[in-house]
C-alpha cells in the first residue's frame, strides 16, 4: 500500500467516527422535541373552519332537499301555453304583435309573456325573427 492510499484510508476512517459520533446525538435531539402544542388561534383554524365548512354544506343541502319550488303537484295539473308562431316584420313592435294576436287582453301581459317565452334579452326583436306568441 502507498503512503497516499493509507492515508486516505485513515482519513476516511476518522470520517466515519466523527459521523457515528454526531449520529446518535441528532437522534437523541430529535426525540427530546416536545410534542406540538396549538395556540388558541390555531384549535380555532384548525377545528373550526372545517366545522363551519360542514355546516354550510349541510344548510345548502337542506335548502335544496326541501325546497318548495315546484311547478305543480302532479301532472295532470299542468298545462301546455297554446301558442303560434310569428314572424317579425320590418317595423313591428313586440306591442303591436302582442296587440295584433290577443286584442282582448292587456297589452302588457301579453308582451311579458313574449318576452318570457321566447327568452328575449330586454325585450329586444329583429326582423325575421320567429316569435312563439301565446293565444290564451
Known amino acids: 500500500m ?3 492510499s493509507a492515508f486516505t484510508a485513515r482519513e476516511s476512517g476518522a470520517a466515519n467516527a466523527k459521523a457515528e459520533h454526531h449520529a446518535p446525538s441528532a437522534r ?4 427530546a422535541l416536545p410534542p406540538l402544542r396549538l395556540t388558541r388561534r390555531g ?7 372545517p366545522l363551519v365548512l360542514l355546516a354550510a354544506l ?10 318548495p319550488a315546484k ?4 301532472a295532470a ?10 314572424t317579425v316584420q320590418p317595423g313591428e313592435s313586440l306591442w303591436g304583435i302582442a ?16 318576452v318570457q317565452l321566447n327568452n328575449l334579452p330586454a325585450g329586444k326583436i ?11
Open 2 to 4: 502507498s503512503a497516499t
Open 28 to 31: 437523541h435531539n430529535q426525540a
Open 43 to 49: 384549535k380555532i383554524v384548525l377545528f373550526g373552519i
Open 58 to 67: 349541510l344548510l345548502s343541502l337542506g335548502g335544496f332537499f326541501n325546497s
Open 71 to 74: 311547478a305543480s303537484e302532479s
Open 77 to 86: 295539473d299542468l298545462a301546455v301555453t297554446p301558442a303560434v308562431t310569428v
Open 99 to 114: 296587440g295584433a294576436v290577443a286584442p282582448d287582453r292587456d297589452a302588457r301581459d301579453v308582451v311579458a309573456d313574449i
Open 126 to 136: 329583429l326582423p325575421g325573427q320567429q316569435l312563439y306568441v301565446p293565444t290564451r
